[in-house]
C-alpha cells in the first residue's frame, strides 16, 4: 500500500471506466488526494480519442467532448467538480479503450523569426499578424534594409 499513497497521478482506469458508464458521482466518491490529483485538461484529452472500429463512438467521443468539455475547459478550471460531470456526460454507456493523443508539434516558422531579428521588442501577437499580411518579398526588402544576415 505504500506505493499507493505516493502515487503522482490520476487513476486514469477507473477514471475512464466512470466516465464511459457515464457516472457523475464518481468524483464525489474519491478521496481528497485523488481529487487533487485529477486533472480535467488530461482526462479530457484521454476521453476525446477512443479506438474502435465502429465510427460511430469516435464520432460521439469527439463531438461530445468538444461541445461540452473543451469549449468551457479554461474558463471553468477551478470548478473540478462541474467539469468532471460534463466529461462524465461524454460517455457512451460502453468501455472503450482511450490511447492517449500527443498534441501536434509547433513547426518553426522561418519568417517569423527573421522578423522577430527586426523587431525584438514587438509582441509575439503582433509578429504573428505582420507575418500573416507581409509577403515574400516585402520581408526580403526589410531584411536587407535593417542590414540582418539572411
Not at 461540452?68 to 475547459?73: F, G, P, R, S
Request: proline letters at 4%; charged letters at 35%; one cysteine or more.
Amino acid at each position: 500500500m505504500p506505493a499507493e499513497k505516493n502515487r503522482k497521478f490520476f487513476d486514469l482506469r477507473n477514471g475512464l471506466k466512470a466516465v464511459d458508464f457515464r457516472n457523475k458521482d464518481y468524483f464525489d466518491r474519491i478521496d481528497d488526494k485523488e481529487k487533487s490529483l485529477y486533472s480535467p485538461y488530461m482526462l479530457m484529452r484521454y476521453v476525446s480519442s477512443v479506438s474502435s472500429k465502429d465510427t460511430f463512438y469516435v464520432e460521439h467521443y469527439i463531438e461530445m467532448v468538444n461541445e461540452c468539455v473543451n469549449k468551457h475547459c479554461f474558463t471553468l478550471g477551478k470548478h473540478k467538480k462541474l467539469l468532471w460531470v460534463l466529461t462524465a456526460m461524454c460517455g457512451a454507456e460502453t468501455q472503450q479503450f482511450h490511447p492517449w493523443l500527443k498534441p501536434m508539434k509547433r513547426v518553426p516558422n522561418k519568417s517569423l523569426k527573421k522578423l522577430q531579428a527586426i523587431y525584438p521588442t514587438w509582441k509575439e501577437a503582433d509578429l504573428e499578424t505582420l507575418d500573416k499580411v507581409i509577403t515574400d518579398r516585402e520581408l526580403e526588402e526589410l531584411i536587407e534594409a535593417h542590414g540582418i544576415d539572411k
